[in-house]
């Protein structure tokens, strides 16, 4: 079974501009979420999606949005970027069962870089 | 709000030495506990969990067994292998939703 899948895994931005971000979760898995990861801040939530709707939300300013597709993948957005905004983007998926989330499953992560 | 704080690395052992890496947390429900590894250049890989009070997780020699008196998660592991070298996040969760709250992370390097 293949495991999350993001794309790409490395980015070079400039300040200013947008990204996308892409993760498509495990087969099955219907709630993707995703973390930034920087030395600084650690690991922290950004946001998670389950059957295409936001179902948390985490404390992070408007530039940072996400979506999710009908066949569970997701992207993440990040608009007019700040050299604060170079991390490690890691997406997650868990499979929804009997009102219960199971252990989510990392992919490999997205580094970007704002130049 | 929820939190989990760890042990502040490196923890630097000699191959086959005994670990053990701490974790408290604080929360107002009842939580499921995590351990995750990451390895160098890669993303979270799940070691171990516990979803209720006095479950033991266990994993590749690895275990933890979920404290709810002392709101603590500690990682042992018997005798270290330098495979182990990485960094080691203790992370909280409710049963309902998959927003995950990490600690700082403990980074362990494991000599030869």
């Known amino acids: 079974k293949a495991g999350v899948t993001q794309t790409p895994r490395y980015l070079i931005k400039t300040r200013g501009q947008q990204v996308t971000l892409s993760c498509s979760p495990i087969?099955?898995?219907?709630?993707v979420s995703w973390y930034q990861q920087t030395p600084g801040q650690g690991l922290q939530f950004l946001f998670e999606?389950?059957?295409?709707?936001?179902?948390n939300k985490g404390n992070f300013p408007g530039r940072f949005s996400g979506r999710q597709f009908s066949n569970s993948r997701s992207e993440m957005n990040v608009s007019t970027l700040e050299l604060g905004d170079s991390a490690l983007y890691l997406c997650?998926?868990?499979?929804?069962?009997?009102?219960?989330?199971?252990?989510?499953?990392f992919g490999q992560g997205t580094r970007l870089t704002v130049v | 709000g929820d939190s989990v704080t760890q042990m502040e690395g490196p923890v630097t052992l000699s191959e086959e030495a005994c670990l053990t890496i701490?974790?408290?947390?604080?929360?107002?429900?009842?939580?499921?506990l995590f351990w995750y590894v990451q390895y160098p250049g890669e993303g979270l890989q799940l070691l171990l969990k516990?979803?209720?009070?006095?479950d033991k997780g266990s994993n590749k020699g690895f275990e933890a067994t979920y404290r709810k008196e002392t709101t603590s998660f500690h990682l042992e592991k018997g005798s270290v292998q330098v495979s182990d070298s990485a960094v080691y996040f203790c992370?909280?969760?409710?049963?309902?939703?998959?927003?995950?709250?990490f600690g700082g992370g403990t980074r362990l390097m494991v000599k030869p």
């Open positions: 997650a998926s868990s499979q929804y069962r009997g009102q219960l989330d199971t252990e989510a499953f």
């Open positions: 087969s099955g898995h219907r709630s």
């Open positions: 999606y389950f059957s295409e709707t936001q179902r």
């Open positions: 701490n974790c408290t947390y604080t929360a107002t429900g009842y939580p499921s």
């Open positions: 516990a979803t209720k009070a006095d």
């Open positions: 992370a909280l969760r409710y049963n309902a939703g998959n927003m995950l709250t």
